[in-house]
């Protein structure tokens, strides 16, 4: 859908606009949030972008990251700001769960809300919708909306950068099935925008701490472990790992790519024993719905070959749950 006409209706007078996205946030989900902020305050709207919390160091960079609001470090502030907006844009989720503790206030305020995202079946009624499966990043969808509301031409450097950092990110630097010719032709705008392309990936991908690069070292050596019949392999972090090499919020991110790229894998997961609850995220190549999998057993979802959940067994038994299930849900495909 996209309510573009009706949003500019709207739109029409100075609004207090709030923007948010899903919890510990990525490149799509920081990067769509700053690249609309820009747009909309070039409007003259008066917008606040709250993240439910943080977010890793690599993300800094984005233009405009010193005005993001930080809901866990600023519950008031935030909650005056969500209960006072005009209009609430969530980006890059589609069911208030995945905002955490932002949930509460966020699901029950006055303002109109308008929904870009990509992932599969949406929970939230917006007033106004920008939701579409098809697209490969949000940041895909905000760059849509604000060339059917303005033309492309009013993306300045700043937004081109944040955009591309998101769809960059969200196909897997253009790798995945979702890396469209639409995508392509999308970001060669973006580049004659302004956006450096090298400058990007570089603050993104490259700027491993030696720590991070030694864990990676640790974890590839001792803790994948392969399921050869299910063709299944998977990472189990505990939280002394994160002690250990001093890790810090996303450094085990891209972990899980390196179980999917054995060959022969079709599924690929990642368990990590975080303070509060166990995070898995999950990779397929091809038939195996990861989100379904994900939805069933460990109250999660996202796209069919990557999605994420959680666990609030302990780190072994989610592991055990997590192998007598895949190997089960593998057979059950493969037998139909
Ligand atoms: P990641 O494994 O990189 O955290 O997430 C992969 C995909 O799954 C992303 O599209 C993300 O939005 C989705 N995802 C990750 N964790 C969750 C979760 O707990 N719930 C839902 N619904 N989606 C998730
Ligand atoms: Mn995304």
Known sequence: MKDTQALKDFLDTPRKIVITTHANPDADALGS???LHHFLEGLGHEVKTIVPN???DFLEWMPGNSKVINYENNVEESNELLNTADLLFCLDFSGFARIKSMKEVASTVSAKIALVDHHLNPEITPEFDFWNDKAAATAELIFDLIEDYSGKNVITKEIAECLYAGVMTDTGSFKHNSTTSKVHRLVADLIDLGADVNKVSRLIYDTNSLDRLRFMGHALAEKLQVIE??????FVIEENDFNNFRLKQGDTEGLVNYALSIKGIVVAAII?????EIKLS???IGDFAVNKFAEEHFSGGGHKNASGGMSELNLEE???KFKELIESDILKTRSK
């Open 229 to 234: 019949d299910s063709r299944v392999a998977y």
């Open 282 to 284: 999950f990779r397929s």
């Open 318 to 320: 989610t592991e055990k």
């Open 33 to 35: 949030s700053l690249g």
């Open 54 to 56: 943080s977010y890793p």
């Open 272 to 276: 990590i024993e975080r303070e509060k």
